[in-house]
C-alpha cells in the first residue's frame, strides 16, 4: 500500500496525456458561470426569500451542484469540508463531529441544518446524525451554508450557523440515471433512479440506493468494527397549476447497520471496550404549496412528517415529529421587503427504561410555536437596511426572543458589497438537558462497593444565548479573481455546566456509592475571528479556490460557581486554523482533473497533531450520458486520526482508499 500514492499520481499523469491527443483541444471555459455570475447567484436561506448573494448581509457560501459532482465525495460532511469555517472532523467510518465557529463534538447543537427548507435535527440532544441524513449526492442542487446566527427566520438551534440542503426539481432530472461504484473503503455504491412527466402539469422522480463502506481502522492497530451498509429509496413530484400555484411532494425511506465500538463516557483504568451493531430506519414525507397573489406577495405553505426508530448505545430510541411552517413574502411600495410567517413544530420521543441511558420521563412531546417579521428596507439605491424578530415558546424555557439587524452597502453593478450584522440566537434545551439519568462510569472500590458517577438532567435548565456581531465584505477584484472575507465577535451566555452534588450511599450487593452531578448554565465564552475565500480562474480550463478561517475561544464559569462547563473542551475541540484549496482542471473538452487539500491545525492543549488530506478526482465524459471517475481519497497518509473518542464511541482512524465510479443517464 506504500506506493499507492505514487502509483495513482503516475495514472492521474498518463491517463490525461492520453486523454489530451484530443484533435480539438481549443480552450474551453470552466463551467458556464462566470465570477460576476457568481456574485449574483441567487440565495434563500438568509431571510426565506430569494436575494442576490452580493446583497445578502450574511456569511454565506454556496456548494453548487458542480462542486458536488467534481468533489469526488461520497457523503455530505465530505462536501462540508470545503467551506471556511466549517470543521468537519471524522470519528468513525460511520460518525463524525460537525460545527461552524466551535462547540464541535459528536452532538453539536447549535448548527440548524435543513433539506428544502425542513428542520431536521434530533430532539433528544438538537443536533444531527449525519448518518441519516445521507442522499444521493447526484439529486442536490446546492447547499448554502450560513456562518453565524440565522435565527430570526429559522429560529431555535440556527446559534452558529444553518446548513440548507435544496434538492432538485423532478422537472430537471427527467429521463433515467445509473450509478455504479466500488473501491478499497467504499465498497460498494449504487443508484436506480427515473423520473418524467405526470400528465400535463406535473412531473416526477422516483430512485434506490445503497452503498456499503468497511472498516477503517483502529488506533491500537489492525481493522476497526465501524462498516456501515445503508438503503435508502425516495420521490418527488412537483407540479404547476398555472401561473400562481405550485406543489412539491417528497417522501423518503432508510435502513441503515452499522456497527460501533463502545467504551465508558468517562475514561478510567476498569474501562472495557466492546463492539456493537447500531440500526437506524425510519420515511419521512412533505408537501410544499406556493402561492402567488401579485408580483409582491408570494405565500408558502409546508407540512412535514418524520419518524425514525435508532439503537445507540443499545438503547431502542424512536422520535415522530411533525412540523407546519407558513411564510409570506410582500412587498409594500418601492421601498419595503417584507418576510414574516409562523410555524410549528411537536416532537414525540422516547426511550424505554432499563437502559443505561435513561430519562425521567420515557416518553413526552414537546411543542415549539413560532412567529417572525423581517423587514428589507431599502434606504437608497447601494444601502439596505435589513430588521426582524422572531418569538418562540417551547417547552422547556417558554418565550425566547431571537432579533436581528443587517445593513449591506452594495453599489449597482454587484462588483462589490460590505455588510454587517447584529443578532441575538438561542439553543433551546432538549431531553438530555433536562430529564437525563446516565452512569458516566462505574469504578470498583472492593469486592462489596462500586463508585458510581452519575449525570442528572435539571427541568428548570435554561436556554443558551449568544449575542453575535458580524462584519463582511465580498467583491468581484478583477473579472478572473473574487474575494470573499467575513468576521465575528460572539458572546455566549447561560452555557450548560454541571456541578457535583452530595455522594448518596444505595444499600445493595455490592453497595454503590452514587456521586452525582446535575446540569446548570453557568458557563460563559467568548470567540472572534474570521473566514476569507478566494475564487482564481486561472485560466478558461482551470479554476483555483482557496479558503483559510481562525477561530480563537475564551471560557469561563460564573463568579462563585463551582464545577465544570459542559462544554469545556470548546477550547479543544475546535481548531484555530483551517485552510483548503480546491483546484478543478479540464485537461481537455471531456476529460477532468480536480484536487481538494484540507489542512486542520493542532487543536490547542488537545493531543491529536495538525492533519492534511488530500483528495484527486480524474473524470472522463464517454458520449454525452456517460462518466466515469477514479477518486482517490486521503493520500497523504495510510491512515489518519481526526477526532478521537467521543461520548463512549471510540475513534477510530479512515484510511487512505481509492474507488471507481460510472454514472450513466438515459
Known amino acids: 500500500m506504500k506506493s499507492f500514492p505514487l502509483g495513482f499520481l503516475v495514472l492521474a499523469g498518463i491517463v490525461p496525456s492520453l486523454c489530451a491527443q484530443d484533435p480539438t483541444p481549443t480552450p474551453i471555459d470552466l463551467g458556464q458561470a462566470s465570477l460576476e455570475d457568481l456574485m449574483n447567484i441567487q440565495v434563500t436561506s438568509v431571510s426565506k426569500r ?33 467551506v471556511p469555517g466549517v470543521d468537519v472532523e471524522q470519528i468513525s467510518a460511520n460518525a463524525w463531529a460537525i460545527s461552524i465557529r466551535g462547540f464541535n463534538s459528536r452532538y453539536s447543537n447549535k448548527v440548524l441544518v435543513l433539506i428544502d427548507g425542513r428542520t431536521v435535527y434530533d430532539p433528544f440532544f438538537s443536533g444531527t446524525f449525519w448518518d441519516q441524513l445521507e442522499m444521493p449526492l447526484e439529486n442536490i442542487d446546492r447547499i448554502e451554508v450560513i456562518k453565524g446566527p440565522g435565527a430570526t427566520v429559522w429560529g431555535a438551534n440556527a446559534v452558529n450557523g444553518v446548513i440548507s440542503i435544496m434538492t432538485k426539481s423532478s422537472k430537471d432530472t427527467k429521463g433515467g440515471l445509473v450509478t455504479a461504484g466500488a473501491g478499497s473503503q467504499t465498497r460498494a455504491v449504487g443508484e436506480l433512479q427515473y423520473g418524467g412527466n405526470a ?19 483502529s488506533q491500537t492497530g489492525g481493522a476497526a468494527s465501524d462498516n456501515w451498509q445503508r438503503s435508502h429509496a425516495g420521490f418527488r413530484s412537483d407540479w404547476e397549476f398555472g401561473a400562481n400555484d405550485s406543489l412539491m411532494v417528497q417522501g423518503d425511506l432508510f435502513a441503515n447497520q452499522e456497527h460501533e465500538t463502545i467504551g465508558s ?11 456493537q451493531s447500531l440500526d437506524a430506519a425510519g420515511g419521512d414525507a412533505l408537501a410544499l404549496w406556493n402561492h402567488t397573489f401579485t408580483a409582491s406577495s408570494q405565500t408558502s405553505l409546508q407540512f412535514y412528517y418524520d419518524t425514525y426508530r435508532r439503537t445507540d448505545f443499545a438503547s431502542p430510541s424512536k422520535v415522530t415529529t411533525f412540523d407546519l411552517d407558513f411564510h409570506h413574502h410582500l412587498s409594500v411600495g418601492d421601498r ?6 409562523f410555524g410549528y413544530r411537536s416532537d414525540s420521543m422516547g426511550i424505554p427504561p432499563g437502559y ?11 411543542g415549539l410555536f413560532n412567529v417572525f417579521i423581517q423587514d428589507e428596507i431599502r434606504i437608497s439605491d447601494s444601502v439596505w437596511f435589513t430588521i426582524g424578530g422572531k418569538l418562540e415558546h417551547n417547552g422547556f424555557t417558554g418565550f ?16 462589490q458589497s460590505v455588510w454587517a450584522a447584529a443578532s441575538k440566537a438561542i439553543r433551546q434545551p432538549s431531553p438530555s438537558d433536562s430529564s437525563i439519568d446516565v452512569t458516566l462510569e462505574s469504578i470498583p472500590l472492593s469486592a462489596y462497593s462500586v463508585e458510581q458517577v452519575q449525570l442528572i438532567g435539571n427541568p428548570l435548565v435554561r436556554a443558551e444565548r449568544l449575542h453575535d456581531y458580524e462584519l463582511g465584505y465580498r467583491s468581484e477584484l478583477a473579472k478572473t479573481l473574487s474575494l470573499d472575507i467575513s468576521t465575528f465577535l460572539s458572546f455566549y451566555r447561560d452555557l450548560e455546566s454541571y456541578s457535583p452534588l452530595s455522594p448518596v450511599i444505595i444499600p445493595g450487593s455490592p453497595v454503590i456509592v452514587e456521586i452525582p452531578s446535575v446540569y446548570g448554565n453557568a458557563g460563559h465564552a467568548t470567540d472572534y475571528g474570521g473566514e476569507v475565500y478566494l475564487t482564481w480562474k486561472a485560466s478558461s480550463r482551470w479554476r483555483i479556490s482557496p479558503g483559510y478561517s481562525y477561530l480563537h475561544s475564551t471560557l469561563w464559569l460564573g463568579q462563585s460557581t463551582e464545577g465544570t462547563v459542559a462544554s469545556s473542551s470548546l477550547a479543544t475541540e475546535f481548531p484555530q486554523n483551517t485552510f483548503q484549496v480546491r483546484s478543478f482542471y479540464n485537461l481537455s473538452r471531456k476529460t477532468e482533473f480536480d484536487q481538494s487539500l484540507y489542512y486542520t491545525a493542532r487543536l490547542p492543549g488537545g493531543t491529536i497533531p495538525g492533519h492534511a488530506r488530500l483528495d484527486l478526482r480524474l473524470g472522463r465524459k464517454l458520449g454525452e450520458s456517460t462518466e466515469i471517475s477514479l477518486v482517490g481519497q486521503n493520500l497523504l497518509r495510510p491512515r489518519t486520526l481526526e477526532y478521537g473518542d467521543s461520548y463512549g464511541i471510540i475513534g477510530t482512524e479512515f484510511v487512505r482508499s481509492v474507488y471507481g465510479k460510472i454514472s450513466w443517464r438515459f
Do not use: C, Q
Not at 400528465?199 to 456499503?212: C, E, L, N
Not at 463516557?265 to 463492539?275: E, G, I, R, T, W
Not at 419595503?336 to 410567517?341: D, R, S, T
Not at 435513561?358 to 414537546?366: I, L
Open 356 to 366: 443505561a441511558v435513561a430519562f425521567t420521563s420515557p416518553w413526552e412531546t414537546k
Open 265 to 275: 463516557l468517562v475514561a478510567n483504568p476498569y474501562d472495557h471496550n466492546f463492539n
Open 50 to 82: 430569494e436575494e442576490k448573494l452580493s446583497r445578502a448581509a450574511a456569511a454565506v457560501f454556496v456548494i453548487s451542484s458542480e462542486d458536488i459532482r467534481r468533489s469526488g465525495a461520497t457523503n455530505i460532511p465530505d462536501l462540508l469540508r470545503m
Open 400 to 415: 425566547e426572543t431571537e432579533p436581528s439587524m443587517r445593513i449591506v452597502w452594495a453599489p449597482p453593478g454587484g462588483r
Open 199 to 217: 400528465g400535463p402539469d406535473g412531473t416526477y422522480r422516483v430512485f434506490g440506493s445503497y452503498f456499503g463502506i468497511g472498516n477503517s481502522a
Open 336 to 341: 419595503n421587503n417584507i418576510v414574516w410567517g
